[in-house]
């Protein structure tokens, strides 16, 4: 680093000081001069040095590091990490850019349960993961970085699930989220948030391409993001693709499409019942500052130091997918219940992408809404 020039006055005689004593201009931190103007950025906050004295901005920051240290010092059942790519951003923006699904809407919220005749509740164990029941036609964990779009990642991914189980294994593609972003804008904003009941309709109407053929845009929020794929009904109600996959390399532009979502009851065995039998589904969070910070255990909020989240309520509805279930000794050393959650935050995040949060209390919210579709197959797929 260039050395800085620093700026200095004589002081005058007469002082208790010698003649040659020489008073820097300017500010220290941490040992170090900086000259009158200088920024450094402290995690989400900069300050400037002014009149010898530093001036710093006063915003709360995602990451939180005397709340990392709570959550590791108590008996809370999980452990609290600081996150490289979180670091810098603040609370507000967190919950802007990193979640993006919208609140319900009262459709959603109204749509009756259904309870499916599964086999009894003893059936179930009392460990349970998708991919070790479908090794293969499951999907792991992709990376929203900052595009609010968890409202995509989780619709797609839970669908791609779906078509594989319910085809055996016949199509395994991992759908592309990218086309949901790109192309389903009604009441979207592509990267600033959108509705899982207009996505779920996109899959059923248009129907979606694989994510190799459709990949992640390298910058999601790029002016040229418009849609890039179309699709048309061959009159039978199977649907082509108009155009060759944006990724040049990938020649299968095959659309899949979904039957209407339906809502799986909250009831905790109602869940598990229809996570064994057909497959992940899709929860609404509502995702609390602690979250962010989230590294291995199961989840439960710890309240914060600070009363700043509650003033974005409204950006904090997120979209994951539930996998499977559990049982372990959590917090105090009791035996607790867990749901086995797979986030949209790239895999260095959590348990390998993953998280596990409590079950059966509707810890956040996780089990207040649940959404699962099945993929429309024709009499040939299945065959």
């Not at 003893?122 to 900052?146: C, I, M």
């Amino acid at each position: 680093m260039e050395k800085q020039r620093l700026s200095q006055r004589e002081v005058q005689p007469g002082a208790d000081f010698t003649r040659n004593h020489v008073i820097l201009e300017g500010c220290l931190r941490d040992g170090q001069h900086y000259e009158e103007g200088s920024v450094i950025k402290e995690n989400c906050n900069s300050c400037t040095c002014s009149g010898q004295q530093w001036k710093c901005s006063q915003d709360v920051c995602l990451i939180q590091p005397e709340l990392i240290e709570r959550v590791n010092k108590g008996d809370y059942g999980w452990t609290a990490q600081n996150y490289s790519q979180f670091w810098g951003m603040t609370l507000e923006e967190g919950f802007k850019y990193r979640l993006g699904t919208l609140p319900p809407s009262p459709m959603l919220l109204s749509m009756n349960e259904v309870t499916a005749s599964l086999p009894a509740t003893r059936d179930l164990p009392e460990f349970f993961v998708a991919s070790y029941k479908w090794p293969g036609w499951t999907h792991g964990p992709l990376d929203q970085k900052n595009c609010a779009a968890s409202w995509a990642f989780s619709t797609a991914s839970v669908a791609a699930d779906r078509i594989a189980i319910q085809s055996k294994g016949r199509y395994t593609d991992n759908l592309s989220p990218q086309n949901l972003i790109s192309c389903c804008v009604k009441n979207h904003h592509g990267c600033n948030s959108g509705s899982i009941d207009r996505a779920w309709w996109y899959l059923r109407k248009r129907g979606l391409v694989s994510h190799a053929c459709y990949p992640l845009f390298k910058d999601q929020n790029a002016t040229n993001s418009g849609c890039a794929m179309a699709s048309r009904s061959d009159g039978r109600g199977k649907r082509h693709a108009t155009k060759p996959c944006p990724n040049i390399i990938e020649k299968s532009n095959r659309i899949y499409q979904c039957s209407p979502p339906y809502r799986v009851s909250s009831n905790e065995t109602e869940i598990m019942k229809e996570i064994m039998h057909s497959g992940p589904v899709q929860a609404i969070m509502r995702v609390h500052e602690d979250f962010f910070h989230y590294k291995t255990g199961i989840y439960r909020h710890v309240t914060g130091t600070n009363e700043e989240s509650e003033k974005y309520q409204k950006l904090q509805t997120h979209a994951v997918k539930l996998t499977g279930w559990g049982t372990l000794r959590g917090a105090k050393g009791q035996k607790e219940k867990f749901w086995i959650a797979a986030n949209s935050w790239g895999k260095s995040w959590g348990e390998n992408g993953y998280f596990r949060i409590l079950r059966g209390v509707n810890e956040s919210d996780i089990e207040k809404l649940i959404i699962a579709a099945w993929g429309q197959l024709t009499s040939s797929d299945e065959s």
